[in-house]
């Protein structure tokens, strides 16, 4: 289970129900629960970071401090899952932006910084995360069309940077 399904309720309801669980769980102090609900945000945090930061030990650094961080704040989760992507993106684009980002990083990371902030973390989402446009726009507090025009303006960016 990933947390791009686990954000998608209405697709896979019984397994957002089962995060919306955990989530009560965790918060009310159980640890396996806590455990759990990292297990299912942990991938998608850390492909997040290695996006952002490149595959180095600073990705998988920010990575497990993102998870760190949400596991301290268990109480102030959401009790939706379609907001849990939301609450996880707004700490770990903090912690990501902390990280100074050295010149020259190979791949997309390397590639981003042509792009705006916005343009960047819609790529991001999109394409390193695989979030849906719905998903992204929950994410970014946005609409499903605004990161559609965001991301076409993107990768026609990236096109004429090439």
């Known amino acids: 289970m990933t947390l791009t399904a686990v954000a998608t309720g209405d697709r896979v309801g019984a397994e957002a129900q089962q995060v919306t669980g955990l989530l009560a769980a ?11 609900l990292m297990a299912v945000v942990r991938p998608a945090v ?14 998988t650094e920010v990575a497990r401090r993102v998870c760190r961080t949400v596991g301290a704040t268990l109480a102030e989760l959401p009790c ?20 100074p980002v050295p010149d ?13 902030p916005a ?16 998903e992204t726009a929950a994410a970014l507090g946005s609409t499903p069309e605004a990161v559609r025009h965001t991301q076409h303006h993107a990768l026609d960016r990236l096109r004429s940077a090439a």
């Open 119 to 134: 343009q960047r973390e819609v790529l991001v989402l999109r394409v390193a995360v695989g979030l849906s446009a719905e």
């Open 26 to 36: 965790a918060a009310a102090g159980d640890r396996v629960a806590g455990y759990r």
């Open 46 to 59: 850390l492909r997040y970071c290695r996006a952002r930061l490149g595959s180095g030990d600073a990705a």
């Open 104 to 116: 020259g990083l190979p791949g997309m990371a390397g590639m981003l910084g042509v792009l705006s």
């Open 80 to 99: 939706s899952a379609s907001d849990v992507h939301a609450f996880v993106h707004r700490i770990a684009v903090e912690l990501v932006d902390d990280v």
